[in-house]
């Protein structure tokens, strides 16, 4: 998905998007989920472990502790002391409330809700089990009357809890750190995934000189073991591949020479009426042959690692002109009609640093392979040349029938010809546009086809030096 088009989307579609292609983002989720899963059962289980246990455990010494309070605040024979009970009050985090016939206080009215005085368990204890609320004791638990008809209601003062700090932001920040060094060891321990990707990516293009980096070459783990294993792919596509042009060059070189002789022995047969034929038609196959062996070599020597271009100052306007009037004087005469090619270029074309040659071949063999294939096409082949950033675009495009969609990507692969019904005649051997996309990368440009509809378009990108 490009950029633009990413952008388009909202950010919950890209995040999904993310997500759904990304290992390092999924394994992160797996642990924070699997994390929170565990923080969760434990928290529970402990929570219930103590709910259950911690009433019965707990009564005995809270009672104790409420009968210490009530006593430190009624001294027996005397009313509740109202300045005890505001000192425990500030001393520990309780509320205290006292009601009687004599004395009738409370250390915090704000926080004198019912509950308190129905004897109810703190918002606190309700949190940790509501079951307490039910407990029939409770009230027993937090309450005490005195002799001289007073009742002393203990409870828990919540101010104190909510001026400590909250833990859940503690726990979430903790967390988050947890969730962001785990996130950075996977993309530390799933890199090698990248460089495997982009080694691929440069065998796929034809790059083998640089290997697939192995972490720990020693001692590899998984990963290490797969790149490993893809760098000896490589190795083996790269000998496979040089031993294959290896033996196209030989055999090339090697027919060069009888042709050669052939052509020769044809050229000194007799011009008789009965010869002349059949020795027009040999010349013609022997000149396809040469002309097919030729591609092979310059197919061959622009493919490979070594190819080099011999640039120089070029005008592309005049060299297609040059060519245009070359590949029309080539063209074979025929009655009543005259080849013709639409030829425009832009006014402000910038000069290139190109191969001459191998423009000339590219011009020649995107013109005839137009020419080719609007023989009964009511419009003339077009050659347009436009600015295109510091470089130039070429556009060759006929009116002919075009190709089915599904066969245009393998146009430009060798000895790919769409119709294998053509004859040689009609439709070549397949390595023309082959020889134009080899052309056009040597220069570090591109390569497009489509349907012009009607006919086809070839599309050239040359980038400025």
């Not at 505001?86 to 016939?101: D, K, M």
């Not at 070459?217 to 496979?240: F, H, K, S, V, W």
């Not at 033996?247 to 009888?258: F, G, V």
């Not at 022997?286 to 197919?299: C, F, H, N, P, T």
């Amino acid at each position: 998905m490009s950029d633009a088009v990413t952008e388009k989307h909202p950010w919950h579609r890209r995040a999904r998007h993310a997500l759904g292609h990304s290992i390092k983002l999924r394994l992160v989720l797996v642990f924070l989920l699997l994390a929170l899963a565990m923080a969760f059962t434990f928290i529970s289980g402990a929570q219930k472990a103590f709910s259950v246990g911690w009433r019965e455990a707990a009564r005995p010494l809270l009672m104790d502790y409420v009968d210490r309070l009530a006593t430190d605040i009624a001294v027996p024979g005397q009313p509740p002391s109202i300045e005890r009970a505001r000192a425990l009050a500030e001393r520990l985090p309780v509320t205290v409330h006292i009601a009687g016939p004599q004395v009738n206080w409370r250390s915090h009215p704000g926080q004198d809700r019912p509950d308190r005085l129905r004897g109810e368990p703190p918002r606190e204890a309700r949190w940790r089990g509501a079951e307490w609320a039910a407990d029939p004791g409770w009230q027993g638990l937090l309450q005490r009357r005195t002799a001289d008809g007073h009742t002393i209601a203990f409870g828990i003062n919540e101010d104190a809890f909510e001026r400590r700090p909250r833990l859940i932001g503690y726990t979430l920040t903790v967390l988050l750190v947890l969730t962001l060094l785990a996130f950075l060891y996977v993309r530390r321990l799933l890199r090698p995934l990248d460089d495997i990707g982009a080694g691929a990516r440069r065998f796929g293009a034809g790059d083998f000189a640089q290997p697939i980096p192995v972490r720990h070459a020693d001692r590899p783990d998984e990963l290490g073991q797969l790149a490993a294993t893809i760098n000896t792919m490589g190795t083996d596509i790269r000998q496979m591949l040089d031993a294959k042009r290896a033996l196209l060059l030989a055999i090339s070189h090697e027919l060069r020479s009888p042709l050669t002789r052939a052509r020769l022995n044809t050229e000194l047969l007799p011009e008789t009426a009965e010869v002349n034929p059949q020795r027009e038609a040999l010349l013609r196959d022997l000149q396809d042959m040469a002309g097919l062996i030729a591609d092979l070599l310059e197919s061959e020597r622009l493919a490979s690692r070594h190819a080099a271009l011999q640039r120089e100052p070029v005008a592309p306007a005049a060299l297609a002109a040059e060519v245009v009037a070359d590949v029309l004087a080539r063209q074979p005469e025929r009655p009543g009609t005259r080849p013709e090619i639409v030829f425009q270029a832009a006014p402000d074309l910038p000069m290139l640093s190109l191969d001459p040659a191998r423009m000339r071949l590219l011009l020649r063999n995107l013109l005839d392979n137009a020419l080719r294939h609007s023989a009964d096409a009511p419009q003339p082949p077009e050659l347009h040349i436009s600015t295109a950033g510091q470089g130039i675009q070429i556009e060759v495009r006929d009116h002919g029938p075009g190709v089915p969609e599904d066969q245009l990507s393998h146009l430009a692969e060798p000895f790919y010809r769409p119709d294998t019904a053509r004859t040689r005649a009609q439709g070549g051997v397949g390595l023309g546009l082959y020889l134009c996309k080899l052309v056009a990368q040597a220069h570090g440009g591109t390569f497009a086809v489509r349907n012009a509809l009607p006919g086809l378009a070839v599309q050239v990108r040359l980038p400025g030096r």
